[in-house]
């Protein structure tokens, strides 16, 4: 992402690490959601790219990292259910034990029925039960999720939104 971005250009993103607004919500125990919006080529992307970073240099033991990258013009990065499920498997990816809160039927370890898992009507409501309860897990004081370029989200956009603002936040 970086790369397709034109690569990272740390005096374009650092002075929003020091902004104080920035410095209360990470410190903060009741602020649970930063919400970054403007409009298209103001550099939120590199802004996110930056928080990452940030953030990834700064984790603790307690916590945890996972992002998404929206992308509208690649069919597999631009829906809700993508964006969960890339969230998702971010966090299993560097903290297996969460898969203890996978259903037994989705944390199949056949690799031929891998790729079938978790695709259907049903997908978005099992993604967004299961991965409150990855958040929830006892070993984690904080978890953040970061999603950029949301407004590229095709579908199911609303439901995502939804969830971030009721059940996420």
Not at 3 to 26: E, F, M, T, V
Request: with cysteine; proline share 4%.
């Amino acid at each position: 992402m970086e790369q397709d971005k034109g690569g990272l250009l740390k005096h374009c993103y650092a002075w929003i690490l020091n902004d104080p607004q920035l410095r209360s919500w990470q410190n903060s125990k009741g602020a649970r959601l930063l919400w970054i919006k403007g409009d298209p080529g103001k550099g939120k992307t590199m802004l996110m790219i930056g928080l990452v970073d940030m953030l990834t240099n700064q984790l603790k033991g307690s916590s945890a990292l996972s992002y998404f990258f929206c992308q509208n013009t690649v069919p597999h990065l631009n829906n809700g259910v993508s964006v969960l499920r890339g969230l998702i498997w971010k966090l299993l990816w560097n903290h297996p034990t969460l898969r203890k809160h996978m259903p037994d039927e989705y944390s199949c370890k056949s690799k031929d029925r891998g790729k079938e898992i978790l695709k259907g009507s049903n997908t978005f409501s099992i993604l967004k039960t299961m991965l409150p309860a990855m958040l929830r897990d006892s070993r984690f004081e904080t978890v953040y999720l970061l999603v950029d370029e949301l407004d590229e989200c095709d579908s199911d956009s609303n439901r995502l939104i939804e969830w971030i603002a009721k059940d996420a936040s």
